[in-house]
């Protein structure tokens, strides 16, 4: 009887071992305006994409987008971000993506996307 318990819990681990990783799917969403995409940003998890729907246009003061979370991806589908103040914000987060983006307006400093 113990030779089966034995043989029985091998399998078991041995199933669990082989199983293998479980993949998450990213989560997207869409964002059409600063506040929208800072929030939809800034609650996203790890590899989550934010996606603009159209072009903005932001008056500052101040950075349209301030960034803190790690991991996502800010695709803008080729839409603007117009302003005479800062666009995005990386601040602290890490391990982000900017893609597709066209910025108009300010110079970039320490480290911001105009």
Same mark, same amino acid.
């Given at each position: 009887m113990r030779m089966k318990t034995a043989i029985l819990l091998l399998v078991l681990l041995a199933s669990f071992l082989f199983v293998g990783p479980v993949s998450v799917k990213a989560v997207v969403r869409t964002c059409n305006s600063c506040g929208d995409c800072y929030a939809k940003i800034n609650s996203a998890a790890s590899g989550d994409i934010v996606?603009? *729907?159209?072009? @903005? *246009?932001y008056d500052g003061p101040? %950075?349209? @987008?301030?960034? %803190?979370?790690n991991g996502v991806t800010f695709d803008c589908k080729n839409n $603007? @971000?117009? *302003?005479?103040?800062? $666009?995005i914000s990386l601040g602290a987060g890490v391990n982000n993506t900017i893609r597709n983006c066209i910025i108009q307006g300010k110079v970039p400093e320490n480290g911001d996307v105009p």
């Open positions: 996606e603009l *729907t159209q072009s @903005i *246009t101040g %950075v349209c @987008i301030f960034w %803190v979370r $603007a @971000i117009k *302003t005479n103040y800062h $666009a």
